[in-house]
């Protein structure tokens, strides 16, 4: 078996594993999770990423900032694959006692920072790879950004000081799903062209379908390896709620939950 396929085969492990949590824990953020999936499974099974779970600070690892982190949830079952964490910790996500909440932070192992107030994580991703650069440690750091904290204007700052800063140790990427928290982002406020934006400000630019594992995986292996002294971006055009067609394409998505029959009737389809 090829890459491709031993990444699309986890991809649809990790779809089923997400909508499990969300049975588990309907409070948890379904669409916004579905819609990332392939982004990471191609950071982490795709050794994108180095990172090791038996040596979490590891002082040379790479980091990645989850700024999306209402939507990650599908990145709990990857840390559990890896052995961040147990694996039985699933099992109780949102109890008393848990690690795992609806929301992550950073004392769940594999996390780098706290999460949930949005347009952050960029400015944080641009002061570690400052540090980093300063102290010659040969190491990348990696952002996950929805589309709809592009809003805030503390990520157009980070895009301005990464640019003047050459930070050319740092990848964002976009999960481009189109849809915030109450609507289509350009009902909202319209980004595009997003990628033009980018390259006004000086960043390295990469669009790819989002859900094509083969141009995920070219795309981030390049932008990893490439020293053109810009920081670099890619914009990945995703489907919110990839996978469960009630979700896709509805504006409202992202603060619905899915039935616990509904939930089982998906994951028999997707075996």
Known sequence: MNLTDVLRNKSLWVKQETLKLHKLAPGTRIASSLSCIEILVVLYYGKILSCDPKNIRWETRDRFIVSKAHGSVSLYPILADFGFFEKEELKIIGKEGSILGDIPDNSIPGFETINGSLGHGLGVACGVALALKRKNLNAKVFVLSGDGELYEGSVWEAIMFASHHKLDNLTLIIDNNKICMLDYCKNILNLEPLDDKFRSFG???????????????????????????????????????KGVPRLENDSLCHIKALKEDEIDKIIMELT
């Open 203 to 241: 960043w390295m630019t990469k669009i790819v379908d989002g859900h094509n594992i083969e141009q995920l995986y070219h795309a981030l292996a390049d932008l990893k390896k490439d020293e053109s002294n810009q920081p670099k971006v890619l914009i990945a055009d995703t489907i919110k709620g």
